[in-house]
């Protein structure tokens, strides 16, 4: 807004965030009633940073010359959470209040009224809520991982591209197949659209994991390179950070703020740290953008090198009827495999796995037929 050359202050906008700050604070005190020892605490904590963001706010209304409105009734939703914290939990309530703050975790990336560290500010509030979600305890699969290494995930996504690669290859390579032998098609054209389809479908997969892969791994180094330069611009808010993450895991206060100093003391840790605990990321498995191109085309190029195996060898119906069984089995067998590598049971997996395979191929079976029947 401008009169004249002179630009107006948005008191407006400075109004809301301060309403938005004020109502936060509010939240965060209610959480702490409901809760006790180092949780309670961490609210309290977190409602003094929403207190110190509103006083800013206030302090920019003042300066404009602006009415600083007084605290009002806080908002329904506050009340309603507040309520429900106090009746039920706060474990209760903040997935709903994690996803608001995580949402307006960017809030005031581009602000120009606020100042810089509000905006790491606000970051830090998600992931702490984030840590308090889950109790501060690794879950199953990160006990697990810890103690066996074999069980890591599969950062490098070859192991996930290596088993849809093959599902994939096998059920489009099959119902393709089956399209065409069920237009009348010679053993020639089948064969020629069975191994067109493999090669096209293989390094399509391989060519979409490649960037896929590629985007994520430059996404991910992008996030850990951001975390590097507040690092080296910010280190006393990194610290603090590390100090919620971890009195959110159910240290206390000295014994978190003794850790933070040890990590920050080295650079090179304390952003391997911050990268793991911040973003949820392994700087050293961020993902092979080759590695998941090449799984993906051989495992595609396997499952689809099944239903044109008898056609190398026959024809006719004997080939047809040869080509439809390996196909039943292998997909039988893919679900299987996946049920037993994802602990489900591997029979239902795998009669899954055949069922929808098997209503694809029938599917395209039956178009082809409809169409070699109406050119013929």
Do not use: C
Not at 73 to 100: D, F, H, N, W
Not at 243 to 272: F, N, W
């Amino acid at each position: 807004m401008k009169s004249g050359n002179v630009t107006q202050p948005p008191v407006k906008r400075w109004r809301e965030l301060l309403a938005s700050e004020r109502d936060a604070a509010a939240l965060y005190q209610r959480l702490a009633a409901a809760e006790r020892g180092e949780r309670q605490q961490i609210f309290r904590d977190l409602s003094a940073i929403e207190l110190k963001h509103a006083a800013h706010w206030e302090s920019k209304l003042r300066s404009a010359g602006a009415e600083v409105p007084p605290p009002g009734r806080p908002s329904l939703r506050t009340r309603l959470l507040g309520a429900a914290a106090g009746r039920l939990s706060t474990q209760a309530v903040l997935p709903l209040i994690e996803r608001a703050e995580r949402a307006d975790a960017g809030l005031y990336d581009s602000e120009p009224g606020a100042l810089p560290e509000m905006a790491a500010d606000e970051r830090g509030h998600a992931r702490t809520l984030a840590r308090l979600l889950d109790g501060g305890k690794p879950g199953p699969v990160e006990q697990i991982a810890r103690r066996e290494r074999w069980h890591r995930g599969d950062r490098s996504g070859a192991l996930r591209a290596g088993v849809f690669g093959v599902s994939d290859g096998l059920v489009s390579n099959t119902a393709l197949v089956m399209g065409f032998a069920g237009s009348g098609a010679s053993r020639t054209v089948a064969l020629l659209a069975g191994v067109a389809g493999l090669l096209a479908g293989a390094f399509s997969m391989a060519a979409g994991e490649y960037i896929s892969v590629s985007s994520q791994r430059e996404m991910y180094q992008r996030e850990i390179e951001l975390e590097r330069a507040e690092l080296e611009e910010r280190p006393d808010e990194e610290r603090s950070e590390l100090v919620l993450i971890y009195r959110a895991k159910g240290l206390s206060r000295p014994v978190a703020e003794q850790l933070a100093d040890t990590i920050m003391a080295d650079r090179d840790v304390a952003l391997d740290t911050l990268a793991r605990e911040e973003l949820g990321l392994d700087p050293g498995q961020l993902g092979s953008p080759w590695v998941a191109a090449g799984s993906s085309l051989l495992a595609f190029a396997i499952g689809a090198f099944v239903v044109v195996v008898p056609y190398l060898a026959g024809s006719g119906t004997a080939a047809l009827v040869t080509a439809i069984g390996l196909a039943l089995a292998a997909m039988f067998g893919v679900g299987a495999v996946i049920g037993a590598l994802n602990g489900r049971p591997a029979v239902r997996m795998g009669l899954r796995q055949l069922f929808a395979g098997a209503l694809a191929a029938a599917v395209t079976y039956g178009a082809g037929h409809l169409i070699g029947t109406s050119v013929s």
